[in-house]
């Protein structure tokens, strides 16, 4: 059942991504920070997660936001807020949340590359654990980023190997039951040359959602692309997702509910334009330049259904 929906959620995507263009999430809230990104959502969409920055990335702290009613309220997530934490991502079933962060693996050391990092809980309503490292097959000295994690346990990710000579590139590392095997770098359907990030996989692993950067048929900084597998298990060729999901500007970080069909994610898509007459006041010239999509890192929405 779980394969059947996404294989329809892929098939949908054309069709539907042709006809809606992206729409901001939780506006209202999220234009409070001035520089987000990396959003994870839990099924039922009352529980969300994201990354907040300072204006040039000092500080990054994960965001949780939970919905009451209908209102959202915002905090740091418990296990944030004291070292550069980012990109989290909610397992599949809510019990685990993923993330990258440059935290020492004990309390007298100091890191200096990224590590992937999870936090876990009995249920959707318990508190999350300590954080825990995900262990030396998968950590390096390279940084590792931006986890996904499947139904299988599976973990995919981001790495600039030291050794590869590829730039940034999609990894999977299996999960045995006990242990992760040593990552490996997805085929060329999905890596090349360039560089390749942010990858959400979807809970069956039947397609894959990721960043690309300097490809062919890229439209800005960075778009969004999906590959799905064929029936040998291999990654067929990524196709760019269009020009209704990207902008000419920087397009990443995705994450799909395949639960609802929509895809979340981080653009620096930019509308802030010069009045036909100019701006005769202040007031005016910091309206259009405060709208949400004004060029800064923010989050935005579209349905793949119908």
Known sequence: MRYQLCFVLFNLCTIALAQIKPVPVYEELLSQFPNVRDFTIANNETEAYFTALSPSGELSFIIRIDKRGKKWSSKIASFSGRNTDLEPFLSPDGLRLYFASNRPLNNG????????????REDSQSPWSSPINVGPEVNTSDSEFYPAITNSGNLYFTCAKTDSESKDDIYISKWTGTNYETPVSLGSGVNSNGYEFNAYIAPDESFIVFSGFGRPDGLGQGDLYMSKKDEQGNWKKAENLGKNVNSNKLDYCPFVNTKTGVLYFTSK???VTLKKDGFNSTKEFLKEINKYENGL???YRVSIQK
């Open 297 to 299: 890192s923010r989050i």
């Open 109 to 120: 050391g100091k890191k200096t590359d990224f590590d992937i990092w999870y936090v876990e």
């Open 269 to 271: 898509r930019s509308n």
